[in-house]
Each structure stands twice: as structure tokens, then as C-alpha cells.
T-cell receptor
């Protein structure tokens, strides 16, 4: 059973608009959440993270929101740029254990 | 560049052969992880080390797989008697031991078993 779910396999957004990527989880013991970006033929690149004691973390154009009651987190990218086109993975960890990843969402930013 | 490095980047082998991959973590990181990624999936945890101690192995890690991290530095992942189902991207990541666990990934080794 998948503990981390990314239900949208793909998303297309126009350049300059906001991209919103969603992630749901089932394990209430997860206490740390991360987003990774992956280009073809490369390893995942760490993007942004949030601990369960917070509900928002912001880094430049990237903001992650955590709703613990709904077991849901989202990544907002604003404004979206063509270079943001990649596969985005949501990951979660319980007390510093190995990460559990979702299947990813492919973001295409159209110029 | 002081990131995580992996060697080789690509490996093509015939079914039944043994293969070995190497990972060099970021130097100050004492945790090292191995993941496997297949098409359309996210990375799946295989095993991890803290320094030279192997702390956890996934059920995905069959008896044909073995990993080592001698002296707590680089790590090797060996697959014996490869099968076509072993074809995947093998990813290595490293992190500090901390309350919160940002892992940094290498470029991966793409294995193709013919």
C-alpha cells in the first residue's frame, strides 16, 4: 500500500503562472516532508522541506504547505519558469528513517 | 565538486552475471542510502548505513543483493546472478545524522540486464 501518493501524473502550466503540485500521505507518524526535482538521466535534486511542527516553508519561488489534519502537502512554484519543467517527487520520513517517495508528477511549463 | 558520485553511470550486462556499483558520499555525511527506481515509480529504499554499520535492509533487497561500506566512506552494491527484473536506476544518497533528514542524491547507475 502506497504511503505517499501523488495522484496527478502530469501538470501543464503557462510560464509566469503558479504551479501547484499535490501530495497525500497515509502514515500519521511521518514528521518530515521533502520535495525533490528530477531531470532525465540525473538523480533527484533536493528542493525544499518542511517538518511536521510547521505548516508552511518558503524558499524563493518555492513554498511548501502542510495540512496535517488532511495528511496533505503541496508545493507552490510562482512564477513558473520553463526551467522548472521536470518530474517532482514528494517524500516523507518518520523519525529520521529512510525516505518514502511518491510516484512523481511531471511538470511542463509552457513558454 | 563535492556532491555524491556514482560509478559507473551505465551498466549493461547479461542475465546471470554479477555487477557491482560504487557510491562516494559527501565527505562529511555519515549516512549513506541505496534506492532503486524503475520507470514510472519513485525511488524505493533498499538499504542504508550509518558510518560502516548497515542499519536497515528493505524486503526488496533479495539474497542476491549485498551492500558494504567499509570504513564508513564509500559504499558498494553488488547484485549476483542478475535477472531482467533487476534492470533499474540505482541511486545513492547521503545525509548527516540529524533530526531532520535531507538526503542528497548522486546521478545514479542505470542497469540494463539483457
Amino acid at each position: 500500500d502506497q504511503q505517499v501518493k501523488q495522484n496527478s501524473p502530469s501538470l501543464s502550466v503557462q510560464e509566469g503562472r503558479i504551479s501547484i503540485l499535490n501530495c497525500d500521505y497515509t502514515n500519521s507518524m511521518f514528521d518530515y516532508f521533502l520535495w525533490y526535482k528530477k531531470y532525465p538521466a540525473e538523480g533527484p535534486t533536493f528542493l525544499i522541506s518542511i517538518s511536521s511542527i510547521k505548516d508552511k516553508n518558503e524558499d524563493g519561488r518555492f513554498t511548501v504547505f502542510l495540512n496535517k489534519s488532511a495528511k496533505h502537502l503541496s508545493l507552490h512554484i510562482v512564477p513558473s519558469q520553463p526551467g522548472d519543467s521536470a518530474v517532482y517527487f514528494c517524500a516523507a520520513s518518520e523519525r529520521n528513517t529512510p525516505l518514502v517517495f511518491g510516484k512523481g508528477t511531471r511538470l511542463s511549463v509552457i513558454a | 565538486d563535492t556532491g555524491v558520485s556514482q560509478d559507473p553511470r551505465h551498466k549493461i550486462t547479461k542475465r546471470g552475471q554479477n555487477v557491482t556499483f560504487r557510491c562516494d558520499p559527501i565527505s562529511e555525511h555519515n549516512r549513506l542510502y541505496w534506492y532503486r527506481q524503475t520507470l514510472g515509480q519513485g525511488p524505493e529504499f533498499l538499504t542504508y548505513f550509518q558510518n560502516e554499520a548497515q542499519l536497515e535492509k528493505s524486503r526488496l533487497l533479495s539474497d542476491r543483493f549485498s551492500a558494504e561500506r567499509p570504513k564508513g566512506s564509500f559504499s558498494t552494491l553488488e547484485i549476483q546472478r542478475t535477472e531482467q527484473g533487476d534492470s533499474a536506476m540505482y541511486l545513492c544518497a547521503s545525509s548527516r545524522t540529524a533530526s531532520y533528514n535531507e538526503q542528497f542524491f548522486g546521478p545514479g547507475t542505470r542497469l540494463t540486464v539483457l
